[in-house]
Structures are given as structure tokens and as C-alpha cells.
């Protein structure tokens, strides 16, 4: 079974600008959830969606959104792009099904450079 | 306010030593908690993951304790080896929400020859 995909690997943008990040998640996942990864902040929960809709949300300003589509793959979109936003982004798929034990499985992650 | 917090931030051991990494964490209410590796560039690797009711679980050579009680959890890693150079990250479920994980800073451990 693939694992979890993510694109692109690496990406380079300025400020001001918005990117989009795409996740495809291990088939018959249905819980897509996304982090961001700083050396000085280390993993911070974003936001995880299951079935198409917004389950759960992290502390991010409004410029951090995200979406999931009827294959449960799934886009996060940040807008005005800030220094500090210089991050891996970790999207990470589990079934999603009952309770939080759901182990989730992490993709290899994007790197975000932002000049 | 839930924390994870992880101990030492970083650590240098000779292959073939044992070490011990710790994970003391103030979430509530608590539904588990898990161990993950992580590469250098790459996503974390789940190792182990124990609900409140379980003292202990092992992954070959990484054996993980929790004491629910007093809230810590530690990371044994037994006859190390140069490719367990990595950073462990200890990381709690709070009962409250759906995969809604709550992560330590991590210990970056390197395995010397």
C-alpha cells in the first residue's frame, strides 16, 4: 500500500504571495491532518479534516486554510506569506474512524521557504 | 494549558549503548501517547502508542513506559545502532478531540561509532 504523498517536495516563494500544498493520503483513509514544523515552535497541529469537512483546528491566523476533496486527498492554502512561515509542512493520514487511538501515518513532508 | 515536555533536548551515545529518553506531560483529559522517530528531512515514524491503561510496550529495540499516574512516559532504546540517530518526539492525544495531538519539542539523539 503507497504511503502518504505530498507536493510539492520543496518550494521557494516571497512574501506576500499564497501557495497551495497538496496531500494524498494511504487509500481507505478518510482523516487528513496537517502540521507545521519549525526548529524553534516543533510540530504544530494546524487543522485535520475528515469527509470532506473541518474537524478540528490548531491556533493559526485566518491566512492558514485547508480542504479536502470527495478522494479524501487534501490542499492547504496560506496566503500572504510571511517570513515566519519559513516551515516543513507535515500532512499526516489515519482511518479516522472512532476514537483518537487512530494511528496516524505522516508524509514526507514540504519544505516552505518564504525570501 | 497542555504541554509535552521532553528530556534531554539532546544526546551523544556510543554504538552499542542503551539510552533512556523522558516525556513528562500535563494533558488532560489524556487519551494516549505516542513515540515517533524522525529522520532529518523526513515525516515522523510512528514507534509505539499506549493508552492510559497500559504500563509498557515494545518495537524491537525501543521499549516505551507510561506511568498515567504521574504523567511521564519514558523511550528505552536498547544496543543502538548508528541509524537510530534521529529525533524522538513524544506526543499526546487529548481525549477532548479527533486526532488532536499535542507534540514535545523532541530529543535529537546521535549515535557515534
Known amino acids: 500500500k503507497a504511503g502518504v504523498t505530498q507536493t510539492p517536495r520543496y518550494l521557494i516563494k516571497t512574501r506576500g504571495q499564497q501557495v497551495t500544498l497538496s496531500c494524498s493520503p494511504i487509500?481507505?483513509?478518510?482523516?487528513v491532518s496537517w502540521y507545521q514544523q519549525t526548529p524553534g515552535q516543533g510540530l504544530q497541529f494546524l487543522f485535520e479534516?475528515?469527509?470532506?469537512?473541518?474537524?478540528n483546528k490548531g491556533n493559526f491566523p485566518g491566512r492558514f486554510s485547508g480542504r479536502q476533496f470527495s478522494n479524501s486527498r487534501s490542499e492547504m492554502n496560506v496566503s500572504t506569506l510571511e517570513l515566519g512561515d519559513s516551515a516543513l509542512y507535515l500532512c499526516?493520514?489515519?482511518?479516522?474512524?472512532?476514537?483518537?487511538?487512530?494511528?496516524?501515518?505522516f508524509g514526507p513532508g514540504t519544505r516552505l521557504t518564504v525570501l | 494549558k497542555n504541554q509535552v515536555e521532553q528530556s534531554p533536548q539532546s544526546l551523544i551515545i556510543l554504538e552499542g549503548k542503551n539510552c533512556t529518553l523522558q516525556?513528562?506531560?500535563?494533558?488532560?483529559?489524556?487519551?494516549?501517547l505516542r513515540w515517533y522517530k524522525q529522520d532529518t528531512g523526513r515525516g515522523p515514524v510512528s514507534l509505539t502508542i499506549?493508552?492510559?491503561?497500559?504500563n509498557t510496550k515494545s518495537n524491537g529495540r525501543y521499549t516505551a513506559t507510561l506511568d498515567a499516574d504521574t504523567k511521564q512516559s519514558s523511550l528505552h532504546i536498547t544496543a543502538s545502532q548508528l541509524s537510530d540517530s534521529a529525533s524522538y518526539i513524544c506526543?499526546?492525544?487529548?481525549?477532548?478531540?479527533?486526532?488532536?495531538?499535542?507534540f514535545g519539542a523532541g530529543t535529537r539523539l546521535a549515535v557515534h561509532p
Open positions: 506526543v499526546v492525544s487529548d481525549a477532548g478531540g479527533y486526532n488532536k495531538l499535542i
Open positions: 487509500s481507505g483513509h478518510r482523516s
Open positions: 499506549m493508552t492510559f491503561s497500559e
Open positions: 499526516a493520514s489515519s482511518p479516522g474512524q472512532g476514537s483518537s487511538y487512530n494511528e496516524q501515518f
Open positions: 479534516y475528515f469527509s470532506e469537512t473541518q474537524r
Open positions: 516525556c513528562n506531560y500535563t494533558v488532560s483529559p489524556f487519551s494516549n
